[in-house]
Every structure is written in C-alpha cells, then in structure tokens.
C-alpha cells in the first residue's frame, strides 16, 4: 500500500494526534531556552480539504470538522481550533488543513527550530516550497529514522521528536520504531518522544506498548480515542499518542480536551478515551497494556 495522508488529513486520528501535540509544544515553551521539534514523517505539511483526496473519503468531517461548530470546547481546543480556522488559507471557510511540520512552525519563537525529514519526493518538494525562506525550519528529504542518528541530540539540548510513520506494514514499523527509539535515548535520553500509531486490533498494539515499558524511560503516557470497538483490522477504529519523557503534568492537561473529543467526535458508538501513565516518575509500571476494551477495564486515575 502507498500511503497518502491526503486522503486522511484532518480526520479523528489527526485531532488526537495534534492536540498532543500542540500540549507538548505548550509545554516546552514553558521555559525560555530554546527547543528543537523534530518530526521523522513530515509529510507535504498542508493539505487541501477541497482536493480529490479529501473529497473523495470526506474523513475531516468527523474530524476537524466537527470541531468547527462545537461550542463550549476546552481552552486548550479552542486554542487549538483557532491555530486552524484562523489561517489565511481559511478565512472563506474551512479549506486546507496544516500538517504537523506547519501547525508547529507556527508556535517555533526566536532560537526554536524545527528539522523534517520525509522520504518522498514528491511530498518532499512540496514541504520544501512551503517553508522557502523560513531559516527555522529545514527539510531533509531521507529516511525519517536513519536521520536521528544524524540530528540527535539537537544543539538546543531540549525538545520533541514526533514519529508518526504510515504503518504501511503495522508489525515491521513497530519493530523499526523499537529500534529507532532505543538508538535515539543513547543519543538524547532527556528528550521528549511522541509516537503515534493505529488502533485495528487490540492484540496488535499490545506488545509495542509492552516494549517501551521496558525501553528504560521513567514517564511514559497513553492518550487513545477510539470511534469504534478495536475488534476488527479491516477499518481504523483509533488512536493513540504514547509520549516518552512525557512532562509531569500533560495528563491533567490532556484530560478534558480528550473527554471533550470522546463527546465530539462520536460514530455509530459512543466514542471512548484512555489516559493513562505506562510508566511513573520511579520507573514503575502503573499500568500493563490490556488487551480489553476501555469501558471494561477498571478504572484508574486518569483513565475514563
């Protein structure tokens, strides 16, 4: 399969993905010294939601589109929304929808940079137009993993690296995900790692959530949202967001803006949400991934 997130863009998935994301950068902005964002799976970085694509699967309007009604939302969405709706490209309406690379490079102050690696020519060229004469952002057109080899750890000394990957074939990109992260905490291993993935089936996810457990970092957080039962690999059901050296607070932060979602951004089922830390201050596993749905496990601090 060749993937393109055209198609995708804007859809539930991309709401999760990028309300941790802009959390994160939130955080990092907490302090003044300057923070590198690195993104291993760039993508083109804006996509149009009046294209073929878009058209074609109408995903965002289950996604960012039924944000842009939604009153009453949580501050860090409304924040979030406003990033989206309040670009030029959409002032006559709701029209293209900003890649992660774009939706940061906005946030990035003096001193920040961001480094974007995607592979493919073609999306390469194009984030390459998009950030011409931007000093602060630089486009690498290579493999997103070999790369944090070469861009770790970043002269800023803090930062994020998002991994983000097509999961063209799930079970190989965890093992290249495993891989890349344990060659990027000998490198860097104060930094911030935030990996997002599908959610088909439950058994599927379980051992890579299992493997980070043993991956050596103190604080790991889960943040999923699921539309449809995760019983089935024939459609995408959820996601998730699982952050390594993840800041002591982002559960309290995420909490709301993730019940928020839950109600929003429900199907033919009530949608549901996990929040939950893998692995606390002390290196103890809180929480083992269980193969059961959310509205079955028991409940916990910090998970519905």
Not at 149 to 166: F, H, M, N, S
């Amino acid at each position: 399969m060749n993937y393109r997130h055209a198609y995708h863009a804007g859809n539930f998935a991309d709401v999760l993905k990028h309300t941790v994301l802009l959390a994160l950068i939130e955080a990092l902005q907490a302090k003044p010294t300057p923070f590198c964002f690195v993104d291993t799976h760039a993508g083109c970085g804006s996509y149009a939601l009046d294209g073929f694509e878009a058209k074609k699967t109408g995903e965002h309007k289950d996604g960012i589109g039924r944000l842009h009604p939604a009153e009453k939302v949580p501050a860090l969405l409304q924040r979030w929304r406003a990033s989206i709706l309040g670009s030029a490209d959409n002032q006559q309406g709701l029209k293209h929808y900003p890649g992660s690379p774009l939706q940061v490079a906005r946030l990035l102050r003096p001193g920040d940079s961001a480094q974007l690696c995607e592979l493919h020519t073609e999306e390469a060229s194009k984030l390459r137009d998009l950030f011409r004469g931007n000093p602060q952002v630089h486009v690498h057109q290579r493999d997103g993993y070999e790369a944090l080899k070469a861009l770790l750890p970043p002269t800023e000394k803090r930062g994020l690296v998002l991994i983000d990957p097509p999961y063209e074939a799930q079970e190989a990109e965890y093992r290249q995900i495993e891989q890349a992260l344990k060659s990027a905490l000998q490198r860097w291993p104060t930094g911030v790692y935030a990996v997002w993935y599908p959610i088909k089936l439950r058994s599927q996810v379980q051992p890579f959530l299992r493997g980070l457990q043993r991956s050596g970092v103190k604080r790991i957080l889960r943040a999923e949202l699921l539309v449809h039962p995760d019983d089935s690999p024939l459609r995408l059901n959820g996601s998730g967001m699982v952050i390594l050296n993840a800041p002591w607070n982002l559960d309290d932060v995420l909490r709301e803006p993730l019940r928020a979602l839950a109600s929003l951004l429900s199907q033919e089922r009530p949608a549901e949400f996990r929040l939950d830390w893998l692995l606390d201050e002390a290196g103890s596993m809180l929480n083992t991934p269980s193969p059961l749905p959310a509205s079955r496990l028991p409940r916990t601090p910090g998970r519905r």
